[in-house]
């Protein structure tokens, strides 16, 4: 899953993916060796080749801010393809697959199966690293069905609902 990342305004391209021992994770072109553990709710311990970093993550309204240390940076991350393919999806007939946009767990489900939606509207809640992120239907329909359940793991790219 490819990112554009912007730390305090500077962009960055991140490519991760998940692996059977982890994480691969490519940075601006550079593969770079990545171990990841949620240390406590909204602090990740990073090891990065021998280097150890505690990264904690906090939410000032809609801006992310992540603390290295005493250092405190102001993080933005978009999915590229994320407009163009709300675009795409809401001129396009028939039922749509809503997917994981990140590798997580399904913390709430918003609708349920035959309820009517609008384009744009929140249909479940998948966290990440203590970050939840709302996966919205791309287009207005009903919701056909709910493939996964509060609680359940899921990886990014697993189809978790049906919008026809």
Known sequence: MMYDVAIDGQTHRLGLDRTENGWSCRLDGLD???????????????????????????????????????????????????????????????PKKLTAPMPGKVVRILVGPGSEIQAGAGVLVVEAMKMQNE??????????????????????????????
């Open 135 to 164: 996966v919205k239907s791309p287009k207005k329909g009903t919701i056909q069905k709910i493939l996964v359940n509060v609680g359940a793991a899921v990886n990014a790219g697993e189809v978790l609902a049906i919008v026809e």
């Open 32 to 94: 770079i060796a990545v171990d990841a553990v949620l240390a406590r709710p909204d602090v990740l311990s990073l090891r990065i080749g021998n280097r150890v970093f505690e990264v904690k993550c906090e939410r000032v309204g809609s801006e992310t801010h992540f603390w290295v240390g005493s250092r405190r940076f102001s993080v933005e991350v978009r999915d590229p393809r994320s407009w163009r393919g709300r675009v795409r999806a809401s001129d396009e007939q028939g």
